[in-house]
């Protein structure tokens, strides 16, 4: 079915859909934490309209309720977290550029397509808003994952992992039209726990060896293992 042809709300769901996906490529390519945040705030409220638009189209009023919850967790709550994590641990200013760009853009590119193949067979729902919307949350997922990877600092990287949720988020807004309210509570009370949890080990991590570098990270257990050879007979 043609885009064009689809109701005024469901084209506005796939706009809004698409753009959520061009932030997680901005959370790629963003070199500053506090620009990074900013941009993972934008994906936020993204997700949580097409959440409150598809509960218009649908009737479903607890998707209203996600929406909100949405609102509050991933564009207010969160990311005022991580600004005051990122000034008690003095990464304002630092930056984390990628080490090859250009490489990691393409790569991304390649899940855009490859999530668009995987979501092919959904082609039984009523609209083709549904299929596209499957294969952006995809890319949302995967692009995630690709920040995770590629990603040196720690604070990044939690990024990462809460966009994917946002990409899961909408997959289940536009698949089953949401979950039920209480598994939506917990999945929140869940991530918001994760997040104080990420806050009390980097702060812990920051006053141990004085960096959030994952490189740094790794590179703690190798005096042990050389000294566990050197006492070996």
């Known amino acids: 079915m043609n885009p064009a042809a689809l109701p005024l709300l469901d084209q506005t769901v796939l706009v809004l859909a698409a753009m959520a996906l061009f932030t997680a490529f901005a959370l790629l390519a963003q070199t500053r934490l506090t620009a990074a945040i900013h941009t993972f705030a934008w994906q936020g409220a993204l997700v949580a309209a097409v959440a409150a638009l598809t509960g218009r189209a649908t009737g479903d009023a607890h998707l209203y309720v996600s929406a909100l919850i949405t609102l509050t967790l991933k564009v207010a709550l969160i990311p005022w977290m991580l600004h ?18 250009a490489l990691t853009l393409l790569a991304g590119a390649g899940i855009v397509v490859f999530s668009d193949w995987v979501a ?23 692009l995630g994952m690709l920040m995770m990877v590629v990603r040196r600092q720690a604070v990044a990287q939690v990024l990462g992992f809460m966009a994917m949720e946002n990409g899961l ?18 999945v929140a009370f869940d991530v918001l726990v994760a997040m104080v949890l990420f806050g009390v080990f980097f702060l812990q991590i920051k006053n141990s060896i004085d960096s959030l570098d994952i490189d740094r990270l790794s590179q703690l257990a190798e005096p042990v293992e050389d000294d566990a050879r050197g006492d070996a007979p």
């Open 120 to 142: 092919a067979p959904v082609a039984h729902f009523d609209t083709s808003a549904t299929r596209n919307v499957i294969a952006i949350s995809l890319a949302i997922v995967l």
């Open 84 to 101: 005051r994590l990122v000034r008690r641990l003095s990464l304002e200013r630092q930056a984390d550029p990628l080490q090859h760009p």
């Open 169 to 186: 988020f909408l997959a289940a807004v536009a698949s089953t039209h949401g979950m039920p309210l209480v598994v939506e509570l917990g």
